[in-house]
């Protein structure tokens, strides 16, 4: 009965079985490859936006000293440099600064939008907007 059993799974296991079984390996090592190079483009990408992002510290003539983390005894040196600097990010310019009662903060323009028949529009501040506020909200459609 073992014996009968033992060959009967061989030849399903040989059989279309065998088949069925590499196919889904196969599956499951592209989708993993898929992953692992998906995976290696992410890198890429952070490596090279990471090398601009260094290059344009670079191009400002900043320290070295602001490429590492600062000891205690740099400490005081960092602050100095850091207020002194401007860099301009894909975020816009940074500069810490004092303004309105804040201490070292990157002064930058916040923006309020609305969504108007489904396109953003800038409501304020004045100087940059793009479009009158809707004010009270109407209420879903």
Same mark, same amino acid.
């Given at each position: 009965?073992?014996?009968?059993?033992? @060959?009967? #799974?061989?030849?399903?296991?040989?059989? !279309? @079985?065998?088949?069925?079984?590499?196919?889904?390996?196969?599956?499951?090592?592209?989708?993993?490859? +898929? #992953?692992? $190079?998906?995976?290696? &483009?992410? =890198?890429?990408?952070?490596?090279?936006?990471?090398?601009?992002?260094? +290059?344009?510290?670079?191009? $400002?003539? +900043?320290? !070295?000293?602001?490429?590492?983390? !600062?000891? +205690?005894?740099?400490?005081?040196?960092?602050?100095? &440099?850091?207020?002194?600097?401007?860099?301009?990010?894909?975020?816009?310019?940074?500069?810490?600064? =004092?303004?309105?009662?804040?201490?070292?903060?990157?002064?930058?323009?916040? &923006?309020?939008?609305?969504?108007?028949? @489904?396109?953003?529009?800038?409501?304020? !501040?004045? =100087?940059?907007?793009? @479009?009158?506020?809707?004010?009270?909200?109407?209420?879903?459609?």
């Amino acid at each position: 009965m073992i014996a009968g059993a033992f @060959g009967e #799974a061989l030849r399903v296991f040989w059989g !279309p @079985g065998l088949v069925f079984l590499v196919a889904i390996v196969w599956i499951i090592r592209r989708v993993i490859r +898929a #992953a692992r $190079t998906e995976s290696r &483009l992410e =890198e890429e990408r952070l490596r090279d936006w990471m090398k601009g992002e260094v +290059a344009q510290l670079q191009s $400002t003539k +900043a320290e !070295p000293r602001l490429m590492r983390v !600062p000891s +205690a005894s740099d400490r005081e040196k960092t602050r100095e &440099l850091l207020k002194a600097g401007k860099w301009d990010t894909i975020d816009g310019p940074v500069k810490f600064d =004092e303004y309105e009662g804040y201490t070292n903060q990157n002064k930058h323009q916040m &923006l309020v939008e609305q969504i108007q028949d @489904g396109k953003f529009v800038t409501v304020w !501040p004045k =100087e940059f907007q793009t @479009g009158k506020p809707i004010w009270p909200f109407p209420g879903w459609k």
